[in-house]
């Protein structure tokens, strides 16, 4: 990690392809993935430490997949716990839905849904970010104006102490929080998506021999006298979200004495160290526009949703995830900056969608009159056909619907593209440790080999070329991989495709039914990428 000496802060002695405007888990991320791919970076943050206590409560596997690209995946995995099932009780008590993870194999190697401890995992982020040299993180710093210029943006910092000095970068990314100066001074708005309820949010690290009078899985009590959740963290961390009632006072219910009041059900003060008591407001906004020039903005800085599946830090890392290999990209001279233009579209249109089945999840489970939550009810039980329906948490969260895929009716544009487990020696690995996180073409070994699709492929530059057959598959393309447990294979015959290509950030642009339709599609992309 270097440090900045500056001089004279008239001048602009420091110049750096990326300022980051923010050190949380979004910035911290896409200072990491910068640093990774070499482009000079400057991170700045009013704050000079990590916030001690847990915000964010739950990942999931597309965020681990990315950590395990990052390299930091083991030292993250000792905070992480699989997300138990949560289970929704309607008005009288009665189990009337489950929120599970899909069942192993899974699809890209990880256990889908998990719980975190913030603040380790947060330092893992953070120490990644500072371990490359081209990267300077200066904490205690404020950003105060910015200044886009044609092919820069000038910016103003200023210190605890008051003093200031300019910087300049080819691109800043805000990833400066719900009150954001970046999306401020650059003129995006956020547009409130009409959800707005007050919750008191609480952590308690239990104690052992209080544990097992609590819930053996996460739950949401559906009650309209007080809806509340209730999530199982890592180890002896639990939480409750608790909806506060009208003409209660969000600082009042802060007081200990009200949150072991209401923790009263569950738990007394005897029998856990009370962690973290905050009310909030659960919101559902997202900005206009995520993008002006050479301005860009992530993480809760360009939306805010309701938690009640747990996607909130998630969306943010998918912020940069998307944001960082265009910028790579751009900066290294292999596309356009008109590659950014699909940024907002496609990270704009997830957060809608997602929000839009979160807020329905928040309406039900918020719903506060009697009649209208034993009709929910009937209605939650009669869609399961008289039973409990158990729905994944994984078919919530949507694909990509525009932006950077191939055109409509293309089989399996905008999914994730699965991980299998590869056979090699004793050990399998994931497949990310063979082709790395760039653009890939995946090739269903069985019907196709790597050398037809390297000579189809030559004209995207940088792209990795692998085939992958099952296991007991008797190819003999010798660089064909071997897959364990048949996940790709399956993929590729439900999809009924025999090709995939792959986006760095494991999105698929799109999938071929046949070698013409492969090549429509690199030709496709080769232009769009220009």
Excluded at 195 to 220: C, I, N, R, Y
Excluded at 301 to 318: E, N, S, V
Excluded at 467 to 474: F, G, I, K, L, T
């Amino acid at each position: 990690m270097r440090r900045l000496f500056v001089t004279n802060e008239n001048d602009i002695p420091n110049r750096y392809d990326v300022l980051v405007v923010g050190f949380g888990p979004a910035g911290a991320v896409a200072a990491g993935m910068l640093g990774a791919r070499g482009h000079s970076t400057l991170v700045v943050d009013r704050l000079t430490g990590i916030y001690d206590k847990p915000r964010a409560i739950a990942i999931d596997h597309e965020i681990l997949r990315h950590f395990d690209n990052m390299g930091i995946a083991d030292e993250v995995l000792p905070y992480i716990a699989p997300f138990t099932a949560s289970q929704h009780f309607g008005a009288q008590g009665q189990l009337i839905r489950r929120i599970d993870m899909v069942p192993e194999p899974y699809p890209l190697g990880y256990t889908p849904s998990m719980v975190f401890t913030q603040p380790p995992v947060e330092a893992v982020m953070r120490k990644h970010a500072e371990s490359f040299d081209s990267v300077t993180v200066e904490l205690g710093m404020e950003m105060t104006s910015l200044d886009p210029q044609a092919n820069e943006v000038a910016v103003t910092l200023k210190d605890a102490s008051g003093k200031t000095r300019r910087v300049a970068a080819k691109y800043v990314i805000g990833c400066d929080g719900a009150w954001s100066q970046v999306r401020e001074q650059s003129g995006m708005k956020l547009v409130d998506l009409v959800f707005d309820e007050p919750w008191l949010v609480v952590d308690v690290q239990v104690h052992e021999d209080a544990l097992g009078k609590l819930p053996h899985t996460s739950a949401q009590f559906c009650n309209p006298a007080r809806p509340t959740s209730y999530i199982m963290g890592p180890k002896n961390h639990r939480r409750w979200e608790i909806m506060l009632l009208p003409g209660e006072d969000p600082r009042e219910m802060e007081r200990q004495e009200n949150v072991w009041r209401l923790l009263s059900p569950w738990l007394t003060s005897e029998e856990g160290d009370l962690w973290r008591a905050a009310a909030y407001r659960f919101h559902a906004l997202v900005a206009d526009t995520w993008r002006n020039g050479r301005v860009l903005i992530a993480g809760d800085a360009a939306h805010q949703q309701p938690p009640f599946i747990g996607q909130g830090m998630c969306q943010g890392l998918r912020d940069v995830s998307n944001l960082v290999w265009r910028l790579d990209r751009i900066l290294k001279g292999q596309s356009s900056e008109a590659l950014l233009d699909t940024y907002t579209v496609e990270r704009k249109r997830h957060v809608q969608t997602l929000t839009g089945k979160i807020k329905a999840i928040g309406q039900t489970i918020c719903e506060r009159d009697p009649e209208a939550a034993a009709a929910r009810d009937a209605k939650i039980l009669a869609d399961g056909g008289g039973k409990p329906l158990t729905v994944t948490r994984q078919e919530i969260v949507p694909p990509i619907e525009d932006g950077l895929i191939a055109k409509e009716d293309t089989p399996a544009r905008g999914l994730l593209f699965p991980q299998p487990a590869i056979v090699e020696g004793d050990s399998p690995r994931l497949l990310d440790k063979f082709t790395g996180s760039e653009w890939r073409l995946v090739l269903d070994g069985r019907r196709i080999g790597t050398g037809e699709g390297e000579a189809l492929a030559n004209t995207i530059d940088g792209i990795v070329v692998r085939a992958v057959s099952p296991q007991e598959d008797n190819a003999g393309d010798p660089s064909t991989l071997r897959e364990r447990d048949g996940v790709l294979s399956a993929w590729f015959d439900r999809h009924g495709v025999i090709a995939a290509l792959v986006r760095p950030d494991h999105y698929v642009f799109g999938a071929a039914r046949s070698l013409a339709d492969l090549t429509e599609q690199l030709s496709d992309l080769h232009r769009r990428l220009a």
